[in-house]
């Protein structure tokens, strides 16, 4: 192993970071915030200094139990509206986030220690994807009525499947949410969501603004942990299907949970999303797409462009012009400036990222750049380039879900798919080449929900996101949201 290149990242600290305004204490259910069940509490950290910002409930099966209530009590009605209504509902969301973006971007950079570049994109993001669904939800298409059997007309009703339990991620608290209650609402059903526990301020924020917006009932959020309140969801009879975005682990928890009351299950879970760059693409603009796509939110994001497999005719000149590219990476905590990355989530994710860059250690890989915590104040990791990766090894199928990029070698096409496929994950990918048969073929054939061509982790919410093998199933965004969260009826009508 070689000594890394630069170990001089330090962070840029805001001498006075912004102040977020935090919501009420409770759990939001039946359209107001009323106390928890349970009198216990969990801290809320802001990672990048952190200082407690405040406490919420850590919430129990009861509290889960009368969310479910709610969500079943409000149904019927809500499902009642018309498309038009619950699109004017949901462009009030948008308006409504819209005018206290500052409010919600500053207590997503508190909550998680993101930059500012980050959360303005974030808060843009869910703005957006409410405007989307709004839209969407008046435009559903299916098959036209007709005679399909002799003397027997058929229609096809599209219909709310019902309650839907939600459970977000803590990497993107607010467009996560925003990613599952605008098609959920938008077709018709009541929710009742689980953020994390770590980063639950922004959707309580939410709750607390659109309270007088949205029937009471139809959006509940119920905070606490996972193996509580989560769990209880899954498994809750009046829950008719529960949606989660999160790792592997916690999807295979989730649908065996679900499994007993035979509900459906929406699952976007981990990735490891290989960068496939060929002898003939556009070296430069492969390194800077690296340099924004596997770095952008810290690496704690499902497609960063971790994993690189380069041919190794332009492996030399790619890696040397990649890790000049990272070294110039600016890190820092919120409100510091022109800050590219932030911190890792917490203290325990901190220590799990460093704990992998150990075990690049022990398998003897390169580090040309970072590796390292940075000392100070916050839960910091230098940007880290790992070289001289061999096929097969922890790094190129373990998720690190950090600043930490790999990169490997490749001489032939047929090796290069081959290798980007052996992985458990199938949620994104990306090819970097200039020839245009190459650019249709290799992606018909890489196993990923989502492939770029000379570009990475660029994301359109007409566009469906979600993956295949371990990645989970179902997909976010588009119109295809709203199928997912919708069901299926047939009525054949005798004419004879």
């Known amino acids: 192993m070689t000594t890394a290149e630069k170990t001089s990242f330090t962070v840029l600290r805001a001498e006075t970071p912004p102040v977020p305004a ?12 009323v106390p928890s069940t349970s009198g216990e509490t969990a801290d809320v950290v802001n990672p990048a200094t952190e200082e407690v910002l405040t406490q919420v409930p850590a919430g129990t099966a009861e509290d889960v139990d009368a969310a479910v209530a709610a969500a079943v009590a409000a149904k019927a009605s809500w499902a009642a509206t018309t498309p038009r209504d619950r699109s004017a509902v949901l462009l009030k969301i948008a308006d409504i986030i819209e005018k206290n973006r500052e409010v919600f971007e500053t207590l997503e950079s508190a ?3 993101k930059p500012a570049a980050v959360a303005e994109d974030d808060i843009s993001s869910a703005i957006d994807t409410f405007r989307f669904s709004a839209g969407a939800a008046r435009a559903f298409s299916t098959l036209g009525a007709d005679d399909y059997a002799e003397n027997h007309t058929s229609v096809i009703h599209r219909e709310p499947v019902g309650v839907v339990g939600v459970i977000t991620p803590w990497n993107y608290p607010l467009l996560m949410a925003a990613w599952k209650i605008a098609p959920v609402l938008g077709a018709g059903n009541t929710l009742v969501l689980k953020p994390s526990e770590q980063t639950p301020l922004a959707t309580l924020k939410l709750a607390e603004l659109i309270a007088d917006e949205v029937p009471a009932g ?23 299907l529960v949606a989660i975005t999160g790792s592997v682990g916690s999807g295979q928890k989730v649908a065996a949970s679900a499994a007993a009351s035979v509900k459906r299950v929406h699952l976007e879970l981990g990735g490891k999303a290989p960068v496939v760059v060929f ?9 800077k797409g690296v340099r924004s796509a596997g770095f952008w939110n810290g690496g704690q994001e499902c497609g960063a462009a971790c994993r690189v497999l380069v041919h ?3 492996a030399e000149k790619f890696t040397e012009l990649l890790v000049r590219e990272i070294s110039e990476i600016t890190v820092g905590t919120p409100g510091a400036g022109d800050a590219e990355i932030g911190s890792m989530i917490s203290k325990a994710h901190y220590e799990r990222v460093l704990a992998a860059l150990e075990d690049v250690r022990k398998d003897g890989h ?9 000392e100070g104040q916050g839960y910091f990791i230098e940007p ?3 070289t001289n990766v061999p096929a097969g090894a922890p790094i190129t199928s373990n998720e690190i879900f950090g600043p930490v990029v790999s990169v490997e070698t490749f001489s ?3 090796e290069a798919v081959t290798r980007a496929n052996e992985t458990i994950y199938g949620l994104a990918a990306s090819v970097w080449t200039k020839d245009s048969a190459r650019s249709l073929t290799v992606p018909r054939r890489l196993d990923f929900g989502t492939v770029w061509v000379n570009s990475h982790l660029v994301i359109a919410t007409e566009m469906p996101w979600g993956g295949f093998k371990g990645s989970g199933y179902g997909r976010d965004l588009s119109s295809y949201a709203l199928d997912d969260f919708s069901r299926t009826k047939h009525v054949m009508y005798n004419r004879g």
Request: glycine share 16%; net charge negative.
């Open 384 to 386: 880290t380039v790992v």
């Open 22 to 33: 935090l919501p009420p204490f409770g759990q939001f259910i039946g359209g107001k915030f």
């Open 111 to 113: 909550n998680t220690g």
């Open 412 to 414: 032939t096409d047929e």
């Open 312 to 314: 190794e005719s332009v």
């Open 279 to 287: 002898d003939d693409a556009d070296l430069e603009a492969a390194a």
């Open 366 to 374: 390169t580090i040309a750049v970072g590796g390292n915590a940075i």
């Open 218 to 240: 139809v959006v509940n959020i119920v905070t606490g942990p996972g193996r509580v309140v989560g769990n209880r969801l899954s498994e809750h009879p009046g829950v008719d």
